[in-house]
């Protein structure tokens, strides 16, 4: 029988549920999304909370609410939700609960920069919205030991040290090496699966999920304002490797006990199913390692602790030696080796001179880059520039998924990696990978579990929060209750009902090298107009009691065609600039310094549709 009772219309709903006669329940897509693109920005006063037919015709709260002010006092019976990453982005997940002057945290994760963001170590997220309030911090919560889940606590810590982190075995240790690496001192509170304790003014409680790495924690938050429940990154895996199940048990009792928010992980809510099980992948791991005739470099996630355990099965079987290759993968695979979450046989692992000294078909290296990371190490053994020199008949595996925003620095690896030699298999050409991340079919059915009042989903870019929208209101969710929207929208549950109150500041935080927030998105700006057009400086002698140059100016171009053409009109443009300063009788240094700039950039680009970063520099005489 149909999963939704609701009527559907199968002209505008893509999520369509459907038993033909003779066949099992499946899963269906019409051909034409549900709201498939976004409305148009329309005029709100602030706080507004509803949203109209004419602003979005699906009905839920859609918008990207820029006129918002700060939000109004909290009421006492109230919980406010701030998130201040991991919403219209994949990564840097942080979300910020209030609720009666105390602050609880779920997650604190990085994000990593893109082709437009040169220099950029990695993104954090904007802690100016709690920066006045870290006192008022109960705990910082962790639901996995992914980057984007904790790589920024450790930039909170260093704003107030002595704030509680809670989280599982692993994803502690996880954090403990990155702590110490940053020099902070550690104030942990380990639980498992099933505990429940009380901080400060949250009741939480902590569900096992299955995800793509050990220890995944659902968190259920119990206050006077209501239950929410937050699934973290999850999927519904029936075979996991570890034989730790998604607790739909749990999910199921908060239900009967009454969900007032479901937020829920959005990644995959645009595929169509279930996600393929972790086991499944294991024959086109074991046919690679059957088939590779030298040398075998799996590149994964530093973190992916379950693929990393099918790289090892599969190295045993076929008779390898495996060595880790890059710091962070031999720090986390020896945390996991530590912990019992990840067997390796002893005499396996070997170090990278006892590998030179063995026969290819006798070798597998596990590294780091398989997003494209410039300095990670598959990177530098595409461009050439590690130990490790890839060669003709060697085998290199991507088991890692393609987060959005990095398919050109992977490619770009790939290729890099095929020139030399090397039979590069990934997940567009062979059965390497699947996804950590919950499927459209597993979010219907943990909607249908835990029939939740309020729906806020989170975790993805602006379609994938879209796309779980849709679900949740296909299942019956009240529209009007099913909330959409971006960092710094803040949102308050209030009466069992949650709305949008106002908005805070949740900008990017870029980390460049060792500086934390000095790089601005104007700065990103110029180091795009200086990759893509170069860089002009004017010098210029002024004789200030002439109000001339003493001589023509001069410029030096980098990255900019230097010829005598583009060098003559630049030197017209200058001349008439000056004649019109001294017509105003402006002999000010720094006033004909932004003459010149102003003057040859619009002829730049007039003249050769370019932007370079033009400096003038004028001295006097």
Not at 340 to 345: E, F, S, T
Not at 448 to 463: A, T
Request: net charge negative; charged share 25%.
């Amino acid at each position: 029988m149909p999963i939704v009772d609701a009527p559907v219309d199968y002209r505008r709903a893509w999520p369509v549920f459907y038993s033909p006669a003779g066949h099992d329940t499946r899963y269906a897509y019409a051909q034409e999304p549900l709201n498939s693109g976004f409305p148009h920005a329309r005029a709100r006063s602030p706080h507004t909370s509803t949203c109209s037919t004419a602003d979005n015709e699906m009905g839920f709260m859609n918008n990207h609410y820029l006129d918002l002010s700060t939000p109004p006092a909290l009421p006492a019976r109230g919980m406010r939700i701030i998130p201040l990453g991991g919403l219209g982005e994949i990564g840097r997940n942080m979300t910020v609960f209030e609720h009666k002057g105390k602050l609880l945290i779920i997650d604190c994760g990085v994000l990593f920069p893109e082709d437009n963001q040169p220099g950029i170590n990695v993104i954090l997220p904007d802690f100016t919205a709690i920066r006045d309030r870290l006192q008022d911090i109960e705990a910082i919560v962790l639901t996995h030991g992914h980057e984007d889940h904790i790589g920024a606590v450790p930039y909170l810590l260093k704003e107030r040290g002595d704030i509680p982190v809670i989280g599982s075995k692993l994803t502690l240790a996880f954090l403990a090496a990155k702590l110490q690496e940053h020099r902070l001192s550690q104030n942990f509170i380990e639980v498992k699966e099933g505990e429940r304790r009380t901080v400060g003014q949250f009741d939480l409680e902590f569900i096992a999920v299955n995800h793509s790495i050990p220890d995944g924690l659902a968190i259920a938050i119990r206050t006077e304002a209501g239950l929410v429940l937050a699934t973290g990154d999850f999927k519904m895996d029936q075979f996991p490797l570890d034989k730790r199940l998604t607790d739909l048990g749990a999910f199921a009792r908060l239900a009967e006990e009454g969900v007032d928010l479901f937020m829920t992980d959005s990644t995959n809510a645009e595929v169509p199913g279930f996600t393929t099980a972790e086991k499944d992948i294991g024959p086109a791991i074991d046919t690679v390692f059957r088939t590779s005739p030298r040398r075998i470099i799996v590149s994964s996630f530093a973190s992916h602790v379950h693929r990393i355990q099918q790289v090892i099965d599969a190295a045993v079987k076929h008779n390898r030696k495996v060595a880790f290759v890059g710091r962070s993968m031999v720090r986390n695979m020896g945390i996991a080796s530590e912990l019992g979450y990840l067997n390796i046989p002893k005499g396996l692992l070997v170090d990278m001179k006892a590998l030179e000294r063995m026969k290819d078909d006798k070798v597998v290296l596990i590294c780091t880059g398989s997003q494209g990371e410039p300095m990670a190490a598959l990177s530098r053994m595409a461009n050439r520039e590690h130990v490790i020199k890839i060669g003709e008949g060697d085998t290199v595996l991507l088991a890692s998924s393609l987060i959005p925003g990095n398919e050109n620095s992977i490619y770009r690896v790939i290729n890099g990696l095929i020139r030399w030699g090397a039979n590069v298999v990934h997940k567009g050409n062979a059965k390497v990978h699947v996804s950590g991340h919950a499927s459209a079919g597993e979010l219907v059915y943990c909607y249908n579990i835990v029939k939740p009042v309020n729906v806020m989903p989170i975790h993805g870019e602006w379609r994938h929060l879209t796309a779980n929208a849709d679900l949740a209101t296909a299942t019956g969710v009240p529209a009007e209750n099913v909330i959409v929207v971006e960092d710094g929208v803040v949102v308050d549950l209030i009466d069992g009902h949650a709305k949008v109150t106002g908005r805070v500041v949740a900008d990017y935080i870029f980390v460049d090298g060792m500086t934390v927030g000095g790089a601005s998105t104007a700065a990103m700006e110029d180091r795009r107009k200086l990759a893509e057009d170069g860089t002009i400086t004017i010098l210029g002698i002024l004789n200030a009691k002439t109000g001339t140059l003493s001589e023509p100016v001069e410029f030096l171009a980098r990255g900019f065609v230097h010829d005598d053409e583009w060098v003559k009109g630049a030197t017209k443009v200058i001349d008439e600039a000056m004649k019109a300063a001294n017509r105003i009788k402006i002999v000010d240094g720094a006033e004909l310094e932004d003459l010149f700039t102003q003057s040859v950039s619009r002829w730049m680009n007039r003249k050769y549709r370019r932007s370079p970063v033009i400096t003038s520099v004028v001295v006097d005489a």
